[in-house]
């Protein structure tokens, strides 16, 4: 993996780049042994309607307006 980047990050990275369509919200190490670390990363559709009506899950700016724009064309 890269220099400055923790392991944690990688795995957010990677699952990112695994479901584009998904958003990260955090992550945590599951366990380890003397080769790999395994993470869980948590991640939300942004465009379900649940998670657009929750108050308790705050979207970044940018996202909201996309998803807005978005919904706004269909």
């Known amino acids: 993996h890269k220099v400055n980047v923790t392991m944690l990050e990688e795995a957010i990275n ?18 380890y042994d003397s080769v790999y670390k395994w993470f869980e990363v ?17 979207l970044p700016d940018p996202l909201l307006r996309r998803v807005e724009k978005k919904l706004k064309r269909e």
């Open 14 to 31: 990677r699952a990112r780049k695994k479901y584009p369509n998904l958003y990260p919200i955090g992550g945590y190490p599951l366990t």
């Open 42 to 58: 948590i991640m939300i559709d942004p465009y379900h309607p649940a998670i657009r009506s929750d108050p308790e899950i705050r």
